[in-house]
């Protein structure tokens, strides 16, 4: 069964920098698509980024340039750093993976997930 757990958000002032990170256990973490998803209240889940199992990326438009998604497949850890923070980015982020098989593809939809994370609270002040 796999477990992700996502960590790292915080209170941070406009123009920061946080790095949230996601640790997947049960299952080879290798052959997972990891994704990055934030909610803000009110507000339908967003997709923010995803890396393949290959290092592919996706980013969504308003964090582009901004955001970058990584990860360690010896620690069984993906990352997102996240620079020049707004107070639009204020939310609470979640991280999903989904084995594909064979296939390598970035994932951008929340429907195409089956495991997330608990998630973990950014707030950005002005």
């Known amino acids: 069964q796999v477990q992700l757990v996502d960590s790292g958000g915080g209170l941070v002032q406009a123009g920061g920098s946080l790095r949230l990170s996601c640790v997947l256990s049960?299952?080879?973490?290798?052959?997972?698509?990891v994704g990055w998803f934030r909610q803000a209240p009110g507000k339908e889940r967003e997709f923010v980024a995803t890396?393949?199992?290959?290092?592919?990326?996706v980013y969504a438009d308003s964090v582009k340039g901004r955001f970058i998604i990584s990860r360690d497949n010896a620690r069984s850890t993906a990352y997102l750093r996240m620079n020049t923070l707004k107070p639009e980015d204020t939310a609470v982020y979640y991280c999903?993976?989904?084995?594909?098989?064979?296939?390598?593809?970035?994932?951008?939809?929340?429907?195409?997930?089956?495991?997330w994370g608990q998630g973990t609270q950014v707030t950005v002040s002005s």
């Open positions: 999903a993976a989904q084995s594909l098989g064979i296939y390598d593809k970035p994932l951008t939809s929340t429907n195409e997930y089956n495991n």
């Open positions: 049960g299952r080879t973490f290798s052959n997972y698509v």
């Open positions: 890396i393949s199992q290959t290092g592919r990326t």
